[in-house]
Protein backbone atom coordinates (compact mmCIF):
# COMPACT_ATOMS: atom_id res chain seq x y z
CA UNK A 1 0.00 0.00 0.00
CA UNK A 2 1.37 3.56 -0.79
CA UNK A 3 1.80 5.95 1.64
CA UNK A 4 -0.86 8.50 -0.17
CA UNK A 5 -3.37 5.93 -0.17
CA UNK A 6 -2.72 5.37 3.66
CA UNK A 7 -3.62 8.62 4.22
CA UNK A 8 -7.16 8.37 2.44
CA UNK A 9 -8.03 5.45 3.86
CA UNK A 10 -7.44 7.09 7.62
CA UNK A 11 -8.83 10.53 6.56
CA UNK A 12 -12.08 8.12 5.62
CA UNK A 13 -11.57 5.93 8.55
CA UNK A 14 -11.20 8.85 11.23
CA UNK A 15 -14.66 10.18 9.41
CA UNK A 16 -16.52 7.61 9.79
CA UNK A 17 -15.77 7.32 13.45
CA UNK A 18 -16.97 11.09 14.14
CA UNK A 19 -19.81 10.51 11.85
CA UNK A 20 -18.80 13.23 9.60
CA UNK A 21 -18.55 14.23 6.34
CA UNK A 22 -16.10 15.41 4.24
CA UNK A 23 -17.48 18.81 3.42
CA UNK A 24 -17.88 19.03 7.42
CA UNK A 25 -14.68 18.31 7.99
CA UNK A 26 -13.24 20.96 5.38
CA UNK A 27 -15.63 23.40 7.37
CA UNK A 28 -13.84 22.23 10.90
CA UNK A 29 -10.78 22.44 9.05
CA UNK A 30 -10.73 25.57 7.31
CA UNK A 31 -9.95 24.13 4.18
CA UNK A 32 -11.96 24.07 0.92
CA UNK A 33 -13.76 20.78 0.62
CA UNK A 34 -12.02 20.70 -2.97
CA UNK A 35 -8.58 20.08 -1.12
CA UNK A 36 -9.86 17.30 0.91
CA UNK A 37 -11.74 15.72 -1.83
CA UNK A 38 -7.72 16.34 -3.65
CA UNK A 39 -6.34 13.38 -1.29
CA UNK A 40 -9.74 11.78 -0.13
CA UNK A 41 -9.75 10.81 -4.48
CA UNK A 42 -6.19 10.36 -5.60
CA UNK A 43 -5.62 14.09 -7.15
CA UNK A 44 -3.20 14.71 -4.59
CA UNK A 45 -0.56 11.94 -3.91
CA UNK A 46 1.39 13.82 -1.75
CA UNK A 47 -0.04 15.93 0.86
CA UNK A 48 1.62 18.30 2.46
CA UNK A 49 2.29 17.63 6.44
CA UNK A 50 0.78 20.91 7.17
CA UNK A 51 -2.51 19.89 5.24
CA UNK A 52 -2.42 16.73 7.25
CA UNK A 53 -2.09 18.49 10.49
CA UNK A 54 -4.89 21.32 9.88
CA UNK A 55 -6.81 18.30 9.00
CA UNK A 56 -5.84 16.86 12.37
CA UNK A 57 -6.42 19.94 14.23
CA UNK A 58 -10.40 20.08 12.50
CA UNK A 59 -11.04 16.33 13.47
CA UNK A 60 -9.80 17.12 17.04
CA UNK A 61 -6.83 14.68 17.44
CA UNK A 62 -2.61 15.21 17.00
CA UNK A 63 -0.52 13.63 14.27
CA UNK A 64 0.77 11.29 16.59
CA UNK A 65 -2.81 10.26 17.06
CA UNK A 66 -3.55 10.32 13.06
CA UNK A 67 -0.53 8.27 12.21
CA UNK A 68 -0.92 5.92 15.04
CA UNK A 69 -2.99 3.14 12.73
CA UNK A 70 -1.75 -0.21 10.92
CA UNK A 71 -2.68 1.85 7.97
CA UNK A 72 1.11 3.17 8.66
CA UNK A 73 2.71 0.46 10.04
CA UNK A 74 2.74 -1.71 7.27
CA UNK A 75 3.35 0.84 4.58
CA UNK A 76 5.86 -0.58 1.29
CA UNK A 77 9.07 1.12 1.04
CA UNK A 78 8.44 4.43 -1.59
CA UNK A 79 12.25 4.63 -2.86
CA UNK A 80 13.15 1.29 -5.13
Known sequence: MSTSLAIRNRILELCGKKDITI???????????????????????????????IICDGLGITLAEFFSSEEFNGLDQEIQ
Open 23 to 53: HRLSILCGLPASSIKNIVYGKSLNPKILTIK
